[in-house]
């Protein structure tokens, strides 16, 4: 570890990453660290799945920010499908990247004609079409009549998020970017023009700060290096299962065109087959509070088994959760506190996301960005006495699994 830096980037998920490789290119110092391994969190265990940012690209932004403002954030977020398709391309990432597009089937048929309302506006803001698939052809897009009809999304895809991370790390390394491992960053504060940084394995200085640690804000005892952030970041664990390789051909008959799935439920499920065709991924919200994959497991896959009745009975071989981040507005953020940059809150879609606000946030601080950000800049809010426990998550998914529940008996 360096005793200064230029650039402290505090977090080596795919926000981190993606500032240092842009931070780099333009020539600036940069030394990226994390409390475990470089891209240990959420970045390389999570689902694969890339969204266009379709969930936050939502017509109700406008009752916050008027018309042109939600328009203006929307384009600002599903511009993350082109920048992750031109990274993976630029740097030569080998990370079993896909444009396959996205279905979302609907829990009910009122969900169903939500998306018909949002399909228009989406396919405008992403520059990629959408189209409504009726529960009588449901099977032309999914293998299952679990669902109500639903929309498929073009801009979408599916990736190995792990060789995603290791790629984009090796990009940052290779542009000259310094990765730390196995340092834990306790506490920032002020020092001259810059900042004095302590760490588990000593101080160092550094010109600029950013925090780009989403779900890994506060510890597990409750420190943070950044309690401010910590306080508007509400960490989620997203469990994952992959079944054993499946009989030839089922892939094809559950996943027709082989698109990523991602249903309209509160506690929703998220689908896909595995990058070489053998496997079903899915992911959910096995649980509110903290748990091990092991319990999450069994879970997810009589979950599964309810959309897939053939797969009842098939095996796993793989179970495993990472951090997600949300706020308490739905909305991805980059700005400056007392200082210190950060990037952080990508929804539970942060493949795209977190390495656009990344790229953004870099941009930012060195004074290269060429636009207005939409994202930057906004009010991060808070509620009173919360300080980065979700104590409250069992009550509100328990109250959002009896809402989906009720909402599917009233259908």
């Not at 490789?21 to 994390?34: A, I, P, Q, S």
């Not at 740097?91 to 004609?113: L, N, Q």
């Not at 319990?295 to 959760?321: D, G, N, Q, R």
């Not at 991060?380 to 699994?401: C, E, I, K, S």
Request: with cysteine; aromatic share 8%.
């Amino acid at each position: 570890m360096p005793d200064r830096t230029a650039v402290a980037i505090i977090g080596g998920g795919y926000a981190g990453l993606s500032a240092a490789l842009t931070l780099r290119r333009l020539g600036h110092e940069v030394t990226v660290l994390d409390a475990e391994r470089i891209g240990w969190g959420a970045s390389s265990r999570n689902g694969g799945m890339v969204s266009g940012g379709i969930k936050v690209a939502a017509k109700s932004l406008s009752s916050a920010y008027g018309e042109e403002g939600a328009r203006r954030i929307a384009e600002s977020v599903t511009a993350s499908f082109p920048f992750l398709e031109e990274t993976i391309a630029r740097e030569g990432i080998d990370c079993d990247y896909v444009r396959c597009g996205r279905f979302m089937p609907a829990w009910t048929p009122r969900h169903y004609d939500g998306l018909a309302a949002r399909a228009g506006y989406l396919a405008e803001v992403t520059g990629m079409p959408t189209r409504m698939v009726p529960r009588a052809r449901q099977r032309e897009a999914l293998g299952s009549d679990h669902y109500h009809g639903g929309m498929i999304a073009d801009a979408g895809g599916s990736l190995h998020p792990g060789k995603y991370a290791r790629g984009l790390a090796k990009a940052a390394e290779a542009a000259g970017a310094r990765l730390v491992d196995g340092v834990r960053v306790q506490a920032t504060r002020p020092e001259g023009n810059g900042f004095r940084i302590a760490t588990s394995a000593g101080e160092f200085t550094a010109d600029a700060v950013l925090m780009a640690t989403n779900g890994y804000t506060r510890g597990t005892d409750g420190s943070s290096a950044m309690p401010w952030l910590a306080k508007r970041m509400i960490p989620v664990g997203s469990y994952i299962i992959a079944t054993e390789p499946l009989e030839p051909g089922l892939i094809d008959r559950l996943f027709p065109e082989r698109r990523t799935m991602s249903d309209t439920k509160r506690v929703l499920n998220y689908f896909r087959p595995s990058p070489d065709g053998s496997r079903v991924i899915w992911g959910g919200r096995a649980s509110f509070g903290p748990t091990t994959p092991g319990i999450a497991a069994p879970v997810l896959h009589a979950t599964m088994a309810e959309v897939f009745p053939e797969l009842a009975k098939v095996k796993l071989t793989h179970a495993w959760t990472g951090n997600v981040a949300f706020t308490f507005d739905f909305l991805p953020h980059i700005g400056v506190e007392d200082g210190v940059h950060y990037a952080a809150g990508c929804q539970g879609s942060g493949v795209a996301m977190a390495s656009w606000l990344g790229h953004q946030v870099a941009l930012k601080m060195a004074g290269a960005g060429n636009s207005d950000f939409a994202l930057d800049g906004l009010k991060v809010p808070t509620v009173p006495g919360y300080t980065g426990d979700p104590w409250f998550l069992p009550m509100v998914g328990g109250w959002y699994r009896l809402r989906d529940r009720l909402d599917r008996l009233a259908a």
